[in-house]
């Protein structure tokens, strides 16, 4: 029998790592990275405050970050992985990429995709979502308790 590492699971760990980079810079704690043929190709988190550029979410460098190392525009091969409900501008951006598949943490009631009526995914784009909800919850919480 052999054990792999390439688990949703372990994944969604190596972006709660980047979320907690993020968290350790003053920026708000979301991490992602995106997976190809069982291979890390790209890894990012938020840094909106680092760049004074308000499109830096996790989700959108890593997507650049991915194109480059692919040398594609097209990532329908792909998955995200990361640790909040991307947003709609993330959403449309995955769009357009085609992405194959999704993983998020914790779900966003105030900012998620999910709160618009139609899907802003590419229609072959699969969703899974709270995986590892707890870790990037509490993150999150944690994060937003420190501003108080």
Not at 27 to 32: F, H, I, K, L
Not at 52 to 68: G, I, K, P, Q, R
Not at 74 to 92: D, R
Request: charged share 20%; net charge negative; proline share 2%.
């Amino acid at each position: 029998m052999t054990l792999s590492v390439q688990t949703d699971a372990h994944y969604m760990n190596e972006a709660l790592k980047q979320a907690k980079i993020a968290f350790e810079v003053g920026e708000v704690p979301v991490g992602a990275v995106i997976v190809a043929d069982n291979r890390i190709i790209a890894r990012a988190h938020n840094q909106t405050e680092q760049l004074t550029d308000v499109t830096a979410h996790a989700e959108m460098l890593a997507l650049t970050s991915a194109f480059n190392y692919l040398g594609a525009k097209y990532l329908n091969e792909c998955t995200l992985y990361v640790t909040l409900e991307p947003c709609v501008m993330c959403a449309g951006a995955q769009y357009w990429a085609q992405l194959g598949r999704l993983v998020y943490g914790a779900s966003d009631s105030k900012r998620g995709y999910s709160q618009v009526e139609r899907n802003l995914l590419h229609p072959r784009t699969e969703v899974e979502s709270g995986l590892l909800k707890e870790e990037s919850e509490a993150l999150m919480k944690s994060f937003f308790s420190k501003l108080r």
